[in-house]
């Protein structure tokens, strides 16, 4: 699988990129939500982890905008450190299709790609 992590935290995005590479996956990044449409538009994901607080385009306004003008179809695991239930409702109600907490988890998030990669064979 092609996986784009959005972050703005430098660390957060190169230990993601570690455990996503020793699951067998490639990765690409973008720092905020406006790269993140540049790459969105010209590539062809088969996952998206976004934090949900970063500078522009927040991960909730960016979410919004992919489902709402049908620009990306592509499953979506948003994150954040701020573990609230208002937060993950506002999440999935945006158009995610889960949810993780910083920091996150190798194997909570093994998990999840796993899930990702049998719900599309």
């Not at 590479?21 to 590539?43: F, N």
């Not at 995610?96 to 064979?121: G, T």
Request: hydrophobic residues 45%; proline residues 3%.
């Amino acid at each position: 699988m092609t996986i784009l992590i959005i972050d703005d935290d430098k660390l957060t995005v190169k230990a993601l990129q570690h455990s996503i590479s020793q699951l067998g996956h490639t990765t690409d990044v973008a720092k905020d939500g406006e790269e993140a449409i540049t790459k969105i538009k010209d590539g062809n994901f088969d996952l998206i982890i976004t934090d949900i607080m970063m500078p522009g385009i927040s991960g909730l306004s960016l979410v919004n905008v992919l489902r709402s003008v049908q620009l990306c179809f592509t499953p979506i695991i948003m994150m954040s450190s701020i573990n609230n239930n208002p937060l993950v409702e506002a999440a999935l109600k945006a158009g995610a299709n889960d949810f993780i907490d910083k920091p996150v988890s190798i194997e909570e998030l093994a998990l999840k790609i796993r899930n990702f990669e049998m719900s599309r064979s």
